[in-house]
């Protein structure tokens, strides 16, 4: 499950605004907001995040001792 630390790192490796990740979404820019400083965000919602963040080329690392964290699948391209 994405968690806040994951969000903004996934936005900054995709130079995206939290209006950019809301168009994408569909999610409002005060629930980003909120989630991106710590509140609380529904499930389905997550999922949402994730899938939009996976479709334009981030691939989330889970737990692994260094702590979870989001790096770039394949470079982007301009169109993105």
């Known amino acids: ?3 806040p630390v994951q969000c903004r790192a996934a936005r900054a490796l995709l130079d995206w605004t939290q209006a950019d ?3 994408a979404t569909g999610l409002s820019k005060v ?3 909120a989630f991106e400083k ?3 965000m529904r499930d389905s919602n997550r999922t949402l995040l994730r899938l939009a ?3 334009a080329g981030v691939e989330f ?3 692994n001792g260094g702590g979870p964290g989001a790096r770039l699948r394949s ?3 301009a169109e993105q």
């Open 1 to 3: 499950m994405i968690d």
């Open 21 to 23: 990740l809301s168009a």
């Open 31 to 33: 629930t980003l907001r």
């Open 38 to 40: 710590g509140g609380e």
């Open 53 to 55: 963040f996976e479709k």
């Open 61 to 63: 690392i889970d737990q």
């Open 75 to 77: 470079p982007i391209s």
